[in-house]
């Protein structure tokens, strides 16, 4: 057996990495001084200790849901976007443009409208770095790091030069018109103790849709076959009569356009408003949801819950303990992040070995026994 049982690679090594992603945590936390015990206490009390934490958690958790599906649509063709930054802030724009430019008469029909133009312009951005891979064979990590800071470079000066409300010195569009507003928790979910300040909205239930959409995409879908069979051997769908320039192209759409539509969580749900830098490193934690989901929507939902919790967790960390920078947060973060992703085969290669050794002493005790 060169594989393990799919509960240890689903649900075993992703929990080990974890620990060891914490345990480090708990190192970096006693060498400055603070106890790590009572560290991992506040946040998680911060994370999931009220419905104020909920609505924190969640909120960053819808955040990630869409770019870790983003990013989890183009593993499944072996491409890496990470892109998602890039992709999520252009998307951002194309829902500033329809909710400022249309006087929509209900947030339902202006909700359609927004997923709309978040995912086009989110694809739309994705579609020249595909575009190189499929046809020139630019390789797309370069190509999406690029389209990152040059989408950051527009924003700002679209939200400068063109979007900023005359008078104003803020950096920001004009807030949207209240037809367009989403229903916060409080509106859905008040009998569970939300209150007016809790971000969490109604997009949380659109990521979810998503990843429905996801699933039934890639495995329940002829596309969805040939983006797994692209992603497995390229030369062999070739050979089965699959189009590689056209799986590249779809692909990187449907992964930019997911990315994009992250924008209606902030953009829309939130800020009411296109604000800078509204992405805030969503798209890059997408690629540690992604890894850490094994390109899953079940998975990527559960990661997207770990990393929401790690963000709000984190800013109550810095309330209540205040020798724990904003910037040992982000370590704290970034181990995670490293453990899950990068170092992923550091717990994968002996938790293989074992499960091999495994097999082959119970074949060994069966060859051994006399037959009955």
């Known amino acids: ?41 506040v ?37 890496f976007n990470i892109g998602g930054e890039g992709q999520a802030a252009i998307g951002g724009l194309g829902v500033a443009i329809i909710l400022l430019n249309v006087a929509w008469p209900h947030w339902t029909i202006a909700l359609i409208a927004a997923v709309i133009f978040s995912a086009a312009f989110g694809a739309a951005w994705a579609a020249v770095p595909a575009y190189l891979q499929a046809k020139r064979g630019s390789h797309i990590v370069i190509t999406t790091i690029m389209f990152n800071y040059i989408a950051s470079a527009l924003l700002v000066y ?3 030069n063109v979007f900023r409300v005359e008078g104003s010195m803020a950096p920001e569009s004009a807030r949207f018109a209240a037809e367009t507003h989403l229903p916060a928790a409080a509106d859905f979910a008040g009998f569970l103790g939300f209150g007016g300040s809790a971000p969490l909205n ?25 983006i797994r069979s692209f992603g497995h051997s390229e030369t062999a769908a070739v050979y089965a009569g699959i189009n590689p320039v056209k799986i590249t192209m779809i692909t ?15 953009v829309m749900g939130e800020a009411e ?6 992405v805030e490193g969503a798209g890059f934690v997408g690629i540690a949801v992604a890894l850490m989901g094994r390109s ?23 309330f209540e303990m205040p020798a724990i920078s904003r910037e040992m947060v982000v370590v704290i973060q ?17 938790m293989q070995a074992f499960f091999l050794s495994l097999r082959r002493r119970r074949e060994a005790q069966a060859h051994n026994s006399p037959a009955e």
């Open 202 to 226: 109604f997009t949380f239930f659109i990521a979810l849709a998503a990843c429905v959409g996801v699933w039934l995409l890639i495995w329940r879908t002829r596309l969805g076959y040939e």
């Open 158 to 160: 679209l939200l400068v």
């Open 43 to 79: 946040m998680v009390r911060g994370a999931f200790g009220s419905a104020y934490g909920w609505g924190y958690t969640l909120y960053y958790a819808t955040n990630f849901i869409f770019t870790g599906l983003a990013v989890a649509v183009a593993f499944h063709a072996r491409l």
């Open 273 to 278: 408003r296109l604000v800078l830098d509204f």
């Open 296 to 318: 899953h929507p079940v998975g990527v939902v559960l990661a997207a819950l770990l990393f929401g919790a790690l963000y709000q967790g984190g800013a109550e960390l810095q």
């Open 334 to 350: 970034a181990l995670v992040i490293l453990f899950t992703g990068a170092l992923d085969n550091m717990v994968r290669m002996p």
């Open 252 to 266: 990187m759409l449907i992964s930019g356009g997911l990315a994009g539509m992250m924008a209606i969580n902030v």
């Open 1 to 41: 057996m060169d594989k393990m049982p799919k509960w240890a690679d689903v649900i075993l090594i992703p929990l080990i990495s974890v620990l060891l992603a914490l345990v480090v945590s708990g190192l970096v936390v006693a060498i400055i001084g603070e106890s790590p015990w009572q560290a991992m206490q």
